[in-house]
């Protein structure tokens, strides 16, 4: 997910490994404990927390003070040397069980190119984590009459999240786009919902599911939107429904999760500068 300024309640959570499945060929599911999770707020489905991971040669990461606010915490956090700054990344909590003390984080499998799949792929029972937030955004204005959620493999946890919750007749479509046809998931659901996966094979990243929304038959009636993944094809979708779809932008909920070509740190460094000169986010539709 690229790094956002205004996130979670700066409460750190010391969490430790206790399960760890594989749900499909690219994401793996792990399941933490931590007694402070008992005391986490029950929020929207897609709610997310930042994850710490600790260097080479730690047992656990080294976290920087909380701070006031967000802005300085995140400026401390930077601020690190690099042989102590934990890496961070923000996933989903797909799964939150406060009388147990747990909650599941699923992760999307892609080699040792970044530190949260090198570490997901190597987890083990008794590794040692730390977590901040968590924080949502999925929250369907009244007078919705169905749902359109969009998305790629780094969506899925929190579009599950979202499906399994619906309440009873919910009327939701979704589409996927994955690069395998393995990775398809299954939900249990109360809602009305079409799952659409869309096999990316080798094209461009968001092609072949923005070429699925623009031959698809939406429902009648006022949706609302929900949109995650990589930030250039979230901008696009919204786009798409913007101005093709005529969807009205207070009814469209986007985040880009992650961007092609950056880390999240260089994500957030670019947040940071662009907060403190004053910069507004362009509203491109």
Known sequence: ???????????????????????????????????????VPAGA????????????????????????DVLSWYRTYLAMPDDVRPPMRTYTLR??????????????????????????????????????GPHGLYAPPDGSDWQLLVGDETALPAIGAIVEQLPAGTRASVYVELADRADRQAFETRGTVEVHWVLRGSRPLGEALLEALRGATFPGGTPYAWVSGEAGVVKSVRR??????????????????????????????EAVRAAEAGELPADED
Do not use: N
């Open 45 to 68: 489905p897609d709610q997310y927390v930042k994850v710490f991971f600790p260097l080479a040669g730690q047992e656990a990461p080294v976290l920087p003070e909380t701070g006031s």
């Open 1 to 39: 997910m690229t790094t956002q300024v205004e996130s979670p309640a700066l409460t750190y959570h010391r969490a430790r490994v206790t399960a760890v499945r594989l749900l499909t060929p690219h994401m793996v599911r792990v399941t933490f404990a931590a007694e402070s999770f008992r005391e």
């Open 95 to 132: 799964a939150h069980r406060p009388e147990r003390a747990e909650l599941d984080v699923d992760f999307v499998l892609h080699g040792d190119s970044g530190p949260a799949s090198a570490w997901a792929s190597r987890a083990r029972p008794g590794d040692r984590v730390a977590f901040l």
């Open 240 to 269: 798409h429904l913007v101005r093709e779809r005529e969807v009205a932008k207070a009814r469209i909920c986007f985040t880009g999760y992650w961007r092609q070509g950056l880390s999240e740190e260089a994500a957030g460094r």
